[in-house]
């Protein structure tokens, strides 16, 4: 099996982690059209109470924007601007700026992402959303002095930054000229101080990998919890990462043992479990 191959199933293989964790920790959603009509109603209520409505119209937009729908985005905003156009300077206006900003961007309308961007940074010079947002911005402009400059304030003023942020700005500087060991730095940064989440771990494996420093890689699946590393997913990347690396005996060893687990695994004939028996039976080829 070549690199590309394993590569291809690398990728399924990490996808499939993701979701079986996200379903462990019940991240994935539930009944969502549901919860998004009961948000709507709650809200609704709320935008009647003349001293609840600029936050209700806010959460109103929000709701909007988590979903997507984008006309109604664009709507609410600019019923929200006529309505409050005698104050300009009110935080309602400012922040529909910000959801004005977003939803261009969302919708590749880079130049008006960016007018909306920079007003409301203007206004708000210290929001870490706003800087993080317009690095998006002039990243996918390819303006990428500018993007680097907001990514740095973004995580300059919120140390405690969602984890995707991050993950983004790694992403970022991998695409630079010579920017895969800063971002293999930054990425250790991260796991150093804040633990090893999933995605960056397996980014930063991703980088060894384009590196072609196979051994690295198999030796950075032992950052990640063990629950997490020990489940056949993840033992099928080290064994393929193994492989590549040329420490066959060990990794035809573990290929061996995973077969074994597949074939007494609890949730044999799902698609998953098939997936998984496939890659496995295409390493084990590589042990004869």
């Given at each position: ?27 994935l959603p539930v009944s969502a059209h549901g919860d998004h009509q009961a948000r709507l109603q709650h809200v609704e209520q709320a935008i009647e109470n003349p001293a609840e409505r600029p936050q209700a119209l806010l959460r109103k ?107 983004a700005y790694a992403q970022f500087q991998s695409q630079l000229p010579q920017g895969r060991l800063r971002a293999h730095q930054t990425l250790m940064q991260m796991i150093e101080q804040r633990g090893p989440l999933v995605v960056w ?88």
């Open positions: 099996m070549n690199a590309s191959t394993l590569s291809r199933h690398w990728l399924i293989s990490v996808g499939y982690c993701w979701l079986m964790m996200t379903v462990l920790l019940g991240q937009l929000q709701i909007f924007h988590d979903n997507r729908q984008w006309p109604q985005v664009l709507a609410l905003i600019n019923s929200i601007q006529q309505e409050y156009a005698a104050q300009p300077t009110a935080p309602i206006m400012i922040e529909v700026q910000f959801w004005l900003a977003d939803t261009r961007y969302q919708q590749g309308q880079l130049a008006a992402a960016q007018a909306a961007a920079e007003s409301f940074l203007a206004a708000r010079p210290l929001a870490p959303r706003g800087h993080f947002l317009s690095a998006q911005i002039y990243q996918s402009q390819q303006q990428f002095k500018q993007a680097s400059h907001h990514y740095q304030r973004a995580l300059e003023l919120d140390p405690l930054a969602p984890p995707q942020w991050l993950l771990v397996a980014f930063l494996i991703e980088l060894d990998r384009q590196s072609k420093d196979y051994q690295e890689a198999a030796e950075h699946i032992a950052l990640l919890p063990e629950n997490l590393r020990q489940s056949l997913a993840w033992r099928i990347q080290h064994s393929e990462l193994l492989l590549l690396a040329k420490s066959s005996q060990r990794a035809c060893e573990q290929i061996q043992q995973l077969q074994a687990d597949l074939a007494a695994a609890h949730y044999k004939r799902s698609k998953a479990h098939e997936a998984l028996v496939e890659q496995t039976q295409l390493l084990r080829q590589q042990c004869h």
